[in-house]
């Protein structure tokens, strides 16, 4: 299928996926005149590209991780013993990055408060 359609059906804009092959992320094949040829694994693949995207996790991480994933009952599924312990890191990483930003919101909020009384 071509990219309109492959867009169509997963709901990723045609620009994210030629991004997603640029990162070696999804490898659609090409037909005779070089044009991308999107199969329905493709389509699977996009989706668990974007499901791992909004779980926080880069496309370098995606890349190792990806091949070690599969889909059941809608859910994806590490393979690869070793999975879940990078999987492990970077919910690690992802904890203190949300650490880190609510000690700022705090800060921010802290000096909202000190100066609202002076500025009424």
Known sequence: MQISTAAER?????????????????????????????TDLDIEVARRIRQLLDAGLSTATIRTVLPCLTEQAGNLVPICADLVADLKREQARIEASIDALSQSRDAIRAVIAAGEPLLR
């Open 10 to 38: 997963t709901g990723v804009p045609a620009r994210l996926l030629r991004y997603y092959e640029e990162q070696g992320l999804l490898t659609p094949g090409r037909d005779a005149s070089g044009y991308r040829d999107y």
